[in-house]
């Protein structure tokens, strides 16, 4: 029986039903294997070496592969039409490869672009071999954002305190919001006039015309600077004779919009419905791998990951038959409609964004869909169909007209634009807030050439130009698409890393750079520029889709790239923390010294009048302090207008916001950036309350309200019902938590510890009492099991703990070795540990009181006599480097979603372990994964 094999169980399940019981289809639940989270991983000196280690979660599964595998005649790969899904099947055939499972049976790789019957059983006839070039550019991609990752973010904890990580898409992206930024801050609006003159026709119909020349001289948008000279255009106006010189009429045609690419969809989505890019692809992949409709599971849109906006001819065909069966004849072009994208790689293969049957309406299919799905769907649905109706036809009119006004001769101009026939737009409209197009609903009274007009009243308007605005989600992408920066599949991972590193944040649905992020984009143009050019990236991309198409060999690409990249780290060894701080300082100037419009020196400190403001790093990242430090502590967060409110010895108080006054002690409530994170403070002194602000209430956000219910807590908002006593809630090292006595419960995601209520409260902490934190021994071990007396007095007792359990006399806990278990624990070994931790018993004493057969040797005694296999390795490789634990946890940037650690492979060879690597957090890796 062959054996399929796919990435998710959904898919899994839709495919099994096309395919019958000939075929075993199995899920590999996404990549079963990735680099490490460490350094080393990758290997410039051995060729670029890699490293690869499975994921621990997907042990079972690749077992449970192995084994359908050795008992098949086949195995087939059918996982997605992407690079990502080449490399999930290229990661599966190496790993059965290495467990020996494939001998003879012959190996296929099949894709398809939907998820129908249709579909999977033609894909199933037209088998080929992995793409060794799409692995290839796989391998180059994750070897790239791998080493850009590693090797800089180590830099960026050195150099720049604060700083979390850097990543090859990441960073540039970064940069264009923090580009951005500066736009905003160095615009200086400049002011205009505009002059409109409501006129009416011999038959009384009324409309507008805008003045546009003056004595034989076009008048452009921002001519007309002063109120000055506005007022001189209007009393000309006032006394002007009007007569229409022309009337021209254009017609124009409006063409359909091409079906959805991946970005185009994220782009829409945000647009209409406020989904970001990460929720508009978990929607997209839900449609694409199956919905159960009228008892079957079919997939409704095609593959959701593409650059192409081509549609297969029989899509085509079928499109066009419905649109002849549902709409007017007209609304039917002639011939079918064909487009194409200037992108030239291997995913231009791909089909556009599409439904998988155009006959499947969203009103059909909404009742079995959620709701986000629903409109998604149908946005698809439309669009697609859309693409293939008539174009829109309209009329442009364009009237002129001449006023003589005491010698001078003044030319107005109206426009107007009405839609003859709607074609695609009785369908679809993208309707955009950029368009700048208002003219489509308005249309103009008939007139003809040397007829006059009557003026009804002229409107002499100021203005003031804006700045560019901020980029929303949607116009990011936009942007990062046109400059050629990353592809599809990693816009909505790029956007959700830098909000996630909190480098950026949503304000009323755009993205501001937070002044983490500038310090970030700052370092990096001042020390690594190359690496965060638009030019430079775009380039590195298409090099990435050369070697896709078998045009580059991938590891020149990446000696190239490092041989640059590694001279470019070497001159950072010796940069001095000066030199970071002039350059930092040269850059965000602007940002961080506004001028104040008086005149003065906005670097003066307003504290001590004579001391110079700059910026500093501390302990804990960057603020501003004062040149005449420890005199003057004066010291602000980075952002313009922040109020001081603390004295931040070399960092350590950095970043103070004052909220307000506290009504009842009149003392300052601040919000600070800390060693772990924002909290808020009440007052100053030796030890002043702190509260730590929980997720989802940022800094910037906090008000004095809400910093003062922190400052409450803990507090009561509850009784138990059986003990009468009070249960409270508080925030704690590990978050927010209801406590009743010693029971301790954490507040879920979706709990609000502000707003928790009694039932809710209540709930949470019969829950814990009940399954309590030791359900694996039962509920009569969650409070503890006597063993008996200590010899120094006290009771001993064995209990479950937070990482397992562990024997206590009331002062001194000791964790159980591993492999011993709990129910089996004797006094004699919980005295001989809780001595061995320093119960101030001697293992003599203990001995006195307990029986043990001559010769025998308590579990404890040799659990400590006994070295690990971890520990005899580290040894024989010799001594281990331990990374900085603050570094390890900071370590994190864009890593893949399967990073875990199991067996090591190094491309598809065995390697050696390591010795001396820091490990860093699986959940936090320093580099951003397309």
């Keep these: 029986m062959p054996v399929v094999i796919v990435e998710s169980p959904a898919k899994a399940q839709t495919i099994n039903k096309y395919l019958g019981p000939g075929y075993q289809v199995i899920a590999s639940y996404g990549h079963v294997r990735d680099l490490p989270a460490k350094d080393g991983s990758v290997e410039p000196d051995a060729d670029f070496a890699m490293i690869w280690e499975n994921d621990a979660k997907a042990s079972k599964r690749l077992s449970e592969i192995a084994k359908a595998v050795r008992a098949s005649d086949k195995l087939i790969l059918a996982t997605d039409p992407d690079r990502e899904g080449e490399a999930i099947s290229w990661h599966v055939l190496e790993i059965l490869r290495e467990k020996r499972a494939i001998k003879d049976i012959p190996v296929e790789r099949v894709t398809f672009n939907a998820i129908t019957k249709d579909a999977v059983l033609k894909a199933m006839k037209s088998p080929r071999d992995i793409d060794e070039g799409l692995v290839d550019a796989y391998l180059a991609r994750r070897a790239l954002d791998y080493l850009v990752g590693f090797r800089l973010s180590p830099v960026l904890w050195r150099k720049l305190p604060g700083a979390r990580s850097a990543g090859r898409v990441q960073s540039v992206a970064l940069r264009l919001v923090c580009d951005r930024e500066l736009e905003i801050e160095r615009f200086v609006a ?54 229409v010189t022309s009337v021209e009429a254009k017609p124009a045609k409006r063409h359909p919009f091409p079906p959805f690419t991946t970005s185009t969809l994220q782009q829409e989505a945000s647009r209409k419905f406020g989904m970001s890019p990460n929720r508009t692809m978990q929607i997209a992949q839900r449609l694409y791998e199956g919905v159960a409709v009228n008892g079957e599971t ?104 001449l006023v003589e006004a005491g010698g001078r001769k003044l030319d107005l101009r109206a426009s107007g634009q009405v839609v003859k026939f709607d074609g695609f737009l009785t369908l679809y409209n993208e309707d955009r807030d950029d368009d700048g197009d208002d003219d489509d609903s308005k249309r103009l009274p008939a007139m003809s050439a040397g007829e006059p007009l009557t003026k009804k009243a002229i409107a002499a308007t100021q203005h ?28 909505a991972a790029t956007l959700a890393t830098l909000r996630d590193r909190e480098y950026v944040s949503i304000d009323k649905k755009r993205l501001k750079a937070e002044d983490k992020g500038r310090l970030v984009t700052a370092f990096l143009e001042s020390f690594f520029a190359r690496y965060v050019e638009y030019d430079f990236t775009a380039a590195l991309e298409e090099e990435l889709d050369r070697i896709s ?9 990446l000696r190239d790239f490092w041989r640059d990249f590694s001279a470019a780290l070497e001159n950072t060894k010796d940069l001095r923390t000066t030199q970071v701080l002039d350059a930092l300082n040269e850059l965000l100037g602007p940002h961080i010294f506004p001028d104040r419009g008086d005149g003065s020196n906005p670097r003066v400190c307003t504290v001590c009048g004579t001391g110079t403001l700059s910026l500093k790093l501390g302990k804990y990242g960057a603020f501003i302090g004062c040149s005449n430090y420890p005199e003057c502590r004066y010291t602000r967060q980075l952002s313009a207008g922040t109020e001081n409110g603390g004295e931040g010895e070399n960092g350590g108080e950095a970043g103070t916001k004052k909220l307000g006054a506290d009504p009842v002690s009149g003392q300052d409530v601040t919000v600070r950036d800390g060693r772990f994170g924002p909290y808020v403070q009440l007052g100053e002194g030796e030890k002043p309350k702190r509260v730590s602000l929980p997720k989802g209430i940022g800094p910037g956000t906090i008000d ?72 694996r021994f039962g509920a009569a071990a969650a409070a503890g099991r006597v063993l008996g007396d200590y010899p120094g007095g006290g009771e001993v007792q064995v209990k479950p703990g937070r990482y397992g359990a562990y024997v206590t006399n009331g002062k001194v806990n000791a964790t159980l070795p591993k492999g011993m278990e709990a129910d089996a624990v004797t006094l004699a070994q919980a005295i001989e540990m809780i001595a061995a931790k320093g119960g101030g018993a001697k293992a003599a004493g203990a001995k006195a009181r307990t029986t043990k057969a001559p010769g025998t040797k308590t579990a404890a005694s040799k659990t400590a006599g006994t070295k690990t296999a971890a520990a005899k390795s580290a040894a024989k490789d010799g001594p281990v480097k331990k990374a900085p634990a603050k570094k390890a946890a900071a370590a994190g940037a864009e890593a893949t979603e399967t990073a875990a650690p199991a067996a090591k492979r190094v491309a598809g060879k065995a390697a050696p372990k390591k010795a001396g690597k820091a490990i860093l957090d699986s959940d936090d890796v320093p580099f951003d994964v397309d």
């Design 298 to 401: 079919v997939g409704l849109i095609t593959y959701m990951r593409t650059d192409g906006v081509e549609i297969a001819p029989e899509a085509i065909a079928s499109i066009r038959q419905m649109i002849g069966n549902s709409f007017a004849a007209p609304y039917l072009p002639g011939a079918p409609r064909r487009y194409t994208t200037k992108a030239k790689n291997a995913q231009e293969a791909h089909e556009a964004i599409r439904p998988t049957d155009p006959t499947r309406a969203p009103q059909q299919v909404s009742r079995f869909l959620e709701p986000e799905q629903a409109k998604l769907y149908e946005l698809i649905w439309k669009r697609t169909v859309a693409s293939q109706m008539e174009s829109a036809e309209l009329e442009r009119t364009t009237v002129d007209i």
């Design 704 to 775: 004095l309200e809400r910093a003062l219910a922190l400052l409450a807590l803990p507090k009561e908002v509850a009784t138990h019902p059986d003990t009468g006593k009070p249960i409270v809630v508080g925030i704690g090292r590990f978050g927010p938590y209801v406590q009743h006595e010693k029971t301790y419960a954490n507040l879920e995601k979706d709990d609000d510890v502000l707003a928790i209520g009694a039932n809710r409260a209540v709930d949470l902490i019969v829950t814990k009492e009940t399954k309590g934190p030791g359900r």
């Design 549 to 557: 198409n078998h045009e580059l060999d991938w590891k020149q690409v």
């Design 464 to 491: 003031f130009t804006e700045p560019p605005p901020r980029f929303s989600e949607a116009t990011l992408i936009k942007r990062m698409e046109e400059l050629g920066i990353g592809r599809p599949s990693t816009y």
């Design 190 to 243: 400049r002011e205009y006039w505009s002059l409109v003159a409501t006129l009416a026709t011999p038959r009384g119909d009324v409309f507008d015309a805008r003045l546009v020349g003056a004595d034989g001289k076009k008048i452009q948008r921002l001519d007309v600077g002063t109120e000055q000279e506005a007022l001189a255009f209007r009393a000309a106006l006032d006394q002007g004779r009007y007569v």
